[in-house]
């Protein structure tokens, strides 16, 4: 009776694996690929004030929140991120550090000549992002499976065969960044009193790149 139990449960083994392997000989392998450019509607910038004593750098914090805010920068946007005190330095032992986001509607031009002040150090951009930008991701990663699906479907067809259903989809991220230069900063980051005496560059969201989004999910359907 054992030895029946034990044959009937190889045959069904055998047969499951005999019905894999011909899944996997009747099936169709291909990728679709996506790509989509994102126009950025937001800027994380970092800057740091310097003074040479804490009341100095009070009056200079008070002044930097007051230029953000008549440049329409809420103090929600405003996030303090670190202090340091030198106290082997002759001159400006103290400086300060913040983030503040500035969105499309904002007059950059404006606020980096307003922030060109000898007691900002620093002013660089941290961040250059979409805020719906996980919406946008899901869309090209839907249109690569689009993509992928119609590829199985003209190269089957062209055999007289038919795409049946799906058995494996694999998401493979070829490129996705948040993080974009805009093109006056890619030589020009360091410092924002340098870039005042150059007129010329645009500081605009037209002047920035789009970000650029691309997937390729690989499936493998039936061939009926």
Request: proline residues 1%; aromatic residues 8%.
């Amino acid at each position: 009776m054992k030895l029946k139990h034990f044959l009937l449960i190889g045959i069904l083994a055998l047969g499951s694996l005999v019905q894999a392997q011909d899944v996997k000989k009747n099936a169709i392998e291909v990728t679709g690929v996506a790509e989509m450019e994102v126009e950025p509607n937001e800027i994380v910038f970092s800057i740091g004030i310097k003074a040479d004593n804490k009341n100095e750098l009070a009056d200079n914090e008070k002044k930097l929140f007051d230029i953000l805010k008549n440049t329409g920068v809420s103090n929600e946007d405003i996030k303090f991120k670190s202090m340091y005190q030198n106290i082997y330095s002759k001159t400006s032992k103290f400086t300060k550090s913040y983030q503040f986001k500035v969105s499309a509607k904002s007059n950059l031009s404006k606020i980096f000549e307003d922030l060109n002040q000898k007691w900002v150090n620093r002013l660089n951009i941290a961040e250059i992002k979409n805020t719906k930008i996980a919406d946008f991701r899901k869309a090209v990663k839907i249109n690569a499976l689009k993509a992928a699906k119609e590829k199985a479907d003209y190269l089957l067809e062209s055999m007289g065969k038919k795409t049946g259903n799906v058995i494996e989809i694999v998401e493979i991220e070829d490129y996705t960044s948040d993080t974009v230069m805009p093109v006056a900063y890619k030589s020009r980051m360091s410092n924002v009193q340098l870039e005042m005496a150059d007129a010329s560059v645009d500081y605009s969201f037209d002047n920035i790149e789009n970000i650029k989004l691309k997937y390729s999910i690989k499936t493998r359907y039936e061939i009926l």
